[in-house]
C-alpha cells in the first residue's frame, strides 16, 4: 500500500484537506515559493543597485530562468533519488546559501561578485522543485484527488508570485535587503521541516513489480528493497544515465514527431518570440522600476505581471467557446497595445495598471493551451508533446534576459521596453497574416483535425 493509499483510505469521501502529507506539502510549497519570489526580487535589485548595469542584470536573470530548460534533464535524477532527503536537502542548502547575503553585508563583503556566485548556486538548488512535486503528489494523493490537489498546488504558486514579488520590492525599501535575506532563510527552514514530516515511499514502481517473473512479493511497498541475490531478471536492471538521455532524445524526437504538419508548430514560434520578449523585460525590470520610483515600483511592476497572468487563467474557462484563433489574435494585440502605453505612461500607478492588463492574455493562452493538448493529442503523446514544446519555446526566456541587459545598454531601459512590447504584438500580426490561424475552432470544439493532428498513437510497439 502506498502512502496515498495509507492516508486516504480510511474515507473514501474525505477531503484532500484530510490528508495530512498533502497539507504538509501544499504548507512547504507556499512557504517555499516564497522563499524562492523573495530572493529573486532581492538580488536583482541588489545586483542593479550596486551596479547600475542591466548586463549583469541580465546575466542573473538568465541564470536563475535555466530551470526552465533545464528540467527537462532534472526529471531522470528525481526518478532516481530518495525523495524525501531530495526534498529537506534542496531548502537546507537554499536557506544556507541565501544565509551567507546577510553575512556578508554585515562584514562589508556584499558585492555583485558575491551575488553573481550565489545566483546559480540557488538555481541548482531549486532545480528539481518542479519535477519533485510531480513525483510527491501521486504518491501522497489518491488516484481521485490528483486533479484537485494539482489545481491547488499551481494557485498557490500563481499566487505566491503575484504577492511576494509585489512585497519583496515594499520589503527591501522598508526594511533592507539584508532583513530580507534573513527572512527568506527562515522561509527555507521552515519549509524543510514542513517537509520532513511527510511520510512518501521512495520509489513507486508498480509496473517493475508487475513484470517480474515468478511468485515474487510484488508488493509496492517492497518494490524499493534491496535486490535478492537470484534476482538477476533484467526487467528489474536499474536504468543506467545513457539509456535515461537516449529515452529523453526518443521522447523529443516523438513530440516533435507529433508537432510537424500541424499549427502548432507556429504557435510554438510565436510563444517563443513571446517568451523571449518576457526574458528580456525580467532582466531590465529593475532598471525600468527605478526610473519609477525605486525598488517598491519593482516590486509592484513584478506584482502587476503576476495579477495579469492570475486574471487571466481565471477567465480562460469562460472563453472555451470562443474561436481560439480570434481570442489569440484580439487578446495578444491588446496585450501589446496596453504593454506599449505602459511604458510611456503618465504615472507610475497607470503603468502599474496597464502593464497588468498585458499579461492577461498570457494566463489565457496558458490554460487553453494546456487545455487544447489534452483535446486534440491522444494520451499516450501528451507528455512527449508538453516536453517538445515547453523546450522549443522556454528556451528563449533564459536568452531574452541574456541579451536584454545588452540591448538595454545601447537602447536604454525606457525603450527596450517599449520594444519588448512586440514579443506580443508579433503574435497578433503573424496571426493578421495567416487567415487560416485566425479561423482556428473554439477549445470546446476543438478537434484534431482543424489543427492537423493525424497522429492516432504516439506508441513505438
Not at 512547504?28 to 543597485?49: E, H
Not at 536568452?399 to 527596450?416: I, M, P, R
Not at 514579443?423 to 478537434?447: E, K, S
Request: aromatic share 8%; with cysteine.
Amino acid at each position: 500500500m502506498t502512502a496515498a493509499d495509507t492516508a486516504d483510505a480510511t474515507d473514501a469521501h474525505s477531503s484532500l484537506w484530510r490528508n495530512p502529507n498533502f497539507r504538509r506539502f501544499f504548507a512547504g510549497q507556499f512557504v517555499t515559493n516564497a522563499g524562492d519570489s523573495l530572493y529573486t526580487v532581492a538580488v536583482l535589485w541588489l545586483i542593479f543597485d550596486l551596479s547600475g548595469s542591466t548586463v549583469l542584470t541580465g546575466i542573473a536573470n538568465s541564470v536563475l530562468l535555466l530551470p526552465w530548460l533545464l528540467q527537462i534533464f532534472a526529471g531522470p535524477v528525481v526518478d532516481r533519488l530518495p525523495l524525501k532527503p531530495v526534498l529537506v536537502g534542496s531548502q537546507v542548502s537554499q536557506g544556507i546559501v541565501v544565509l551567507v547575503l546577510p553575512l556578508a553585508a554585515v562584514t562589508g563583503h556584499l558585492s555583485v561578485g558575491v551575488l553573481l556566485g550565489v545566483v546559480p548556486v540557488l538555481m541548482l538548488a531549486s532545480l528539481l522543485m518542479t519535477p519533485m512535486e510531480a513525483t510527491v503528489v501521486p504518491r501522497i494523493v489518491s488516484d481521485g484527488r490528483l486533479s484537485r490537489a494539482n489545481s491547488a498546488l499551481a494557485t498557490v504558486t500563481l499566487g505566491l508570485d503575484m504577492v511576494f514579488d509585489a512585497l519583496g520590492g515594499a520589503f527591501i525599501a522598508v526594511f533592507g535587503a539584508t532583513t530580507l535575506f534573513l527572512f527568506d532563510s527562515a522561509t527555507f527552514a521552515i519549509a524543510g521541516l514542513l517537509f520532513a514530516g511527510i511520510a512518501v515511499s521512495r520509489h513507486s514502481d508498480h509496473d517493475d513489480a508487475e513484470q517480474t517473473t515468478g511468485p515474487t512479493d510484488a508488493s509496492p511497498d517492497r518494490s524499493d528493497d534491496a535486490t535478492t541475490p537470484d534476482s538477476t531478471d533484467s526487467t528489474t536492471t536499474e536504468p543506467t544515465n545513457e539509456s535515461i538521455f537516449s529515452s529523453y532524445v526518443s521522447d523529443l524526437r516523438a513530440g516533435a514527431a507529433a508537432l510537424r504538419g500541424t499549427v502548432f508548430v507556429e504557435l510554438v514560434l510565436t510563444t517563443a518570440v513571446a517568451n523571449l520578449a518576457a526574458g528580456v523585460t525580467l532582466a531590465i525590470l529593475p532598471a525600468f522600476g527605478d526610473t519609477l520610483g525605486g525598488p517598491v515600483a519593482y516590486g509592484l511592476l513584478l506584482g502587476a505581471l503576476g495579477i495579469g497572468r492570475l486574471l487571466g487563467s481565471l477567465v480562460a474557462p469562460y472563453l472555451e467557446h470562443v474561436s481560439y484563433g480570434r481570442l489569440v489574435f484580439v487578446s495578444n494585440s491588446t496585450g501589446a497595445c496596453c504593454w506599449f502605453a505602459a511604458v510611456y505612461a503618465p504615472s507610475t500607478a497607470l503603468t502599474v495598471v496597464l502593464f497588468g492588463l498585458a499579461w492577461v492574455p498570457a494566463g489565457i493562452n496558458g490554460v487553453l493551451t494546456s487545455t487544447l493538448n489534452q483535446t486534440v493529442f491522444p494520451k499516450d503523446l501528451l507528455g512527449r508533446v508538453s516536453t517538445a514544446k515547453g523546450t522549443a519555446s522556454g528556451a528563449t526566456l533564459p536568452l531574452g534576459s541574456l541579451l536584454g541587459g545588452f540591448v538595454a545598454e545601447g537602447l536604454g531601459t525606457t525603450t527596450t521596453m517599449a520594444v519588448a512590447a512586440l514579443g506580443f504584438g508579433f503574435t497578433g500580426m503573424y496571426l493578421l497574416v495567416r487567415p487560416q490561424l485566425r479561423r482556428l475552432p473554439a477549445v470546446a470544439d476543438a478537434d484534431p483535425s482543424a489543427f492537423g493532428v493525424t497522429s492516432l498513437s504516439g506508441r513505438e510497439e
